[in-house]
T-cell receptor, first 112, second 114 residues
Framework: AQTVTQSQPEMSVQEAETVTLSCTYD???????LFWYKQPPSRQMILVIR??????QNATENRFSVNFQKAAKSFSLKISDSQLGDTAMYFC?????????FGTGTSLTVIP | EAQVTQNPRYLITVTGKKLTVTCSQN?????MSWYRQDPGLGLRQIYY???????DKGDVPEGYKVSRKEKRNFPLILESPSPNQTSLYFC?????????????FGSGTRLTVV
């Protein structure tokens, strides 16, 4: 079975600082994709960043970047220069075959 | 605009009263899925469909039904809702084979069963 673990239920960060959200996963598949989704209070699920497992280079999207460690099955999200609008629930997800597996989420609060 | 449309956004109902949550997508996606989101449990898959007339159970299918008569629509039916089905529900769709793009999500339905 595939599992996705987010071990930090809640985190906070000062505005303009950097924060890292952790995610580990377990899969026996070789071909898979990794995602981070953001869910602000509006509850809309918004794609933040994605990573192809066969690519060693870490994905980057503006202030968001990942640290992908395939051997360790780790996929952490780094948010630089945190902004108030980054306050949200963040979900890590693994996409393999035709299934998506989600973690339990990390609630991030950016403090002014 | 490419989107998944879910209705209603909020719903309060009583135990045992049948209800349907609608989901429609305009991207010609083959794959559609329903999830429920509960605090501390993340998103759990209820049912999914890989194409018209093809549906299958996810991790938590008990108490739910779905149908896929048309490619664009994938309604979620609760024949006899119970309070433990109070949750936030998401419909999502994706193109088969386009794993890199992930899901497009609807805006969610907050269901309360009293």
């Amino acid at each position: 079975a595939q599992t996705v673990t987010q071990s930090q239920p809640e985190m906070s960060v000062q505005e303009a600082e950097t924060v890292t959200l952790s995610c580990t996963y377990d899969t026996s598949e070789n071909n898979y994709y990794l995602f981070w989704y953001k869910q602000p209070p509006s509850r809309q699920m918004i794609l933040v960043i994605r990573q192809e497992a066969y690519k060693q280079q870490n994905a980057t999207e503006n202030r968001f970047s990942v640290n992908f460690q395939k051997a360790a099955k780790s996929f952490s999200l780094k948010i630089s220069d945190s902004q108030l609008g980054d306050t949200a629930m963040y979900f890590c997800a693994v996409h393999t075959g035709n299934q998506f597996y989600f973690g339990t989420g990390t609630s991030l609060t950016v403090i002014p | 605009e490419a989107q998944v449309t879910q209705n209603p956004r909020y719903l309060i109902t009583v135990t045992g009263k049948k209800l349907t949550v609608t989901c429609s997508q305009n991207m010609n996606h083959e794959y559609m899925s329903w999830y429920r989101q509960d605090p501390g449990l993340g998103l759990r898959q209820i049912y999914y469909s890989m194409n018209v007339e093809v549906t299958d159970k996810g991790d938590v299918p008990e108490g739910y039904k779905v149908s896929r008569k048309e490619k664009r629509n994938f309604p979620l039916i609760l024949e006899s809702p119970s309070p433990n089905q109070t949750s936030l529900y998401f419909c999502a769709s994706k193109s088969l084979g386009a794993m890199f793009y992930g899901y497009t999500f609807g805006s969610g339905t907050r269901l309360t069963v009293v």
